[in-house]
C-alpha cells in the first residue's frame, strides 16, 4: 500500500443509473480512503473548480452515461488540468472498437479478422460466420452473429459497424490488469454453442483462475498497444488453445464478483491511479 498520500484529493465521476455501478463507485471510494486520501462521488459540476478542487480524477461512466453531465464535467475538468491515469485519448481508443483494433493490429497481435463497414455496399474478405457490433459502445449491445459477411452487411440494423470473424466455440477470458500487472483473471463459457456473448448477464459461467503466461502476456500487450494503464482486457481461446485480442475497457465492471475480488480490484485501480498521479508531479527540491 501507497504511503503518505493523505492530501490527495479524488474525484470519482460517476452516472449513478443502477445499483451496480453504485456499488463499484463505493468500492473505489472505500479503497482510496484506505490509503488516506479524501474521495468523492461527482455527478457535474465546472471545470476550472473541479480541477482546483481535486488532484486526480477517475471516470466510472458505462455506455448509459456517455455524454451525461458526470461526463462532460470530467472532461472539461481534464482540460483545466485535473489528472487523470486514463484521460479522454484512453477513452476515445477504447470505446472506439476500430481504433482499439487498429492498435492491435500496428503491435502485431492476433485478432479475429476485423473491418469498419461504412456502408451496404461493402466487399467483406471474411470467409464464414462473423460477428457484427456497433463501433463505438460495450455491455454486449447490440452484438449479433450472421452465417456470413454478406448477410452482416445487408441486414444487421446499423449501416455503419464493425464486423468480425467469428471464433468457433471459443472460450471468453476477461483479464484485470493495473499498472502492467494482472490483478485478476476469469473465464466465461457459455451452456450452448449458439451463444454469441459470453457474458454473465447472458447465462455464462464464470471461473476464476490464474492467467497462463501467454494469456497474461497478450493481456499486457493488449494495454500497452493503446496505452491504458487500467482496463478490462477480453481475449478470446479457440478450441485449439490459440488466444486472440477483442477488445479492451477502461470502465469494465467488477462489481459483480466476490465481495473481495471486487475490494482487490479496487484497491488495484487506486494504487495504480495515486503511483501515476505522484510520478507526474515535478520533483521537489
Given at each position: 500500500m501507497l504511503e503518505n498520500v493523505e492530501k490527495i484529493r479524488v474525484a470519482i465521476f460517476a452516472a449513478q443509473f443502477n445499483g451496480a455501478q453504485e456499488e463499484t463507485t463505493e468500492k473505489l471510494i472505500l479503497a482510496f480512503q484506505k490509503r488516506g486520501c479524501q474521495a468523492l462521488a461527482v455527478a457535474g459540476g465546472g471545470g476550472s473548480e473541479l480541477a482546483q478542487s481535486f488532484d486526480i480524477g477517475l471516470l466510472r461512466v458505462d455506455d448509459e452515461g456517455i455524454n451525461s453531465t458526470a461526463e462532460q464535467a470530467a472532461n472539461a475538468a481534464e482540460k483545466a488540468g485535473l489528472f487523470f491515469t486514463d484521460g479522454h485519448q484512453s477513452k476515445k481508443v477504447t470505446r472506439d472498437k476500430s481504433l482499439s483494433a487498429q492498435c492491435f493490429d500496428q503491435a502485431g497481435l492476433k485478432q479475429p479478422h476485423t473491418e469498419v463497414v461504412a456502408n451496404r455496399g461493402h466487399k467483406s474478405n471474411i470467409i464464414g460466420p462473423t460477428i457484427a457490433k456497433p463501433i463505438s459502445g460495450g455491455r454486449s449491445q447490440q452484438i449479433a452473429a450472421f452465417p456470413d459477411a454478406l448477410s452482416a452487411v445487408r441486414d444487421?440494423?446499423?449501416?455503419?459497424?464493425?464486423?468480425?470473424e467469428r471464433i468457433?466455440?471459443?472460450?471468453?477470458?476477461?483479464?484485470?490488469?493495473?499498472?502492467?500487472?494482472?490483478?485478476?483473471?476469469?473465464?466465461?463459457?457459455?451452456?450452448?454453442?449458439?451463444?454469441?456473448?459470453?457474458?454473465v448477464s447472458a447465462g455464462a459461467i464464470r471461473e476464476y483462475c490464474q492467467p497462463g503466461e501467454d494469456l497474461k502476456k497478450l493481456a499486457l500487450d493488449m494495454a500497452q498497444a493503446t496505452n491504458v494503464a487500467i482496463a478490462g482486457v477480453d481475449i478470446l481461446q479457440d478450441r485449439n488453445g490459440r488466444l486472440c485480442a477483442l477488445e479492451i475497457n477502461t470502465n469494465f465492471g467488477f462489481e459483480t464478483g466476490p465481495s473481495s475480488v471486487g475490494a482487490r480490484i479496487a484497491e488495484a485501480v487506486a494504487d495504480c491511479s495515486i503511483s501515476h498521479y505522484r510520478a507526474s508531479q515535478p520533483v521537489s527540491g
Open positions: 444487421y440494423p446499423l449501416e455503419e459497424f464493425l464486423l468480425q468457433a466455440h471459443p472460450i471468453s477470458w476477461r483479464v484485470i490488469v493495473a499498472d502492467e500487472q494482472v490483478v485478476v483473471s476469469y473465464k466465461r463459457t457459455m451452456p450452448n454453442d449458439d451463444a454469441v456473448v459470453a457474458a
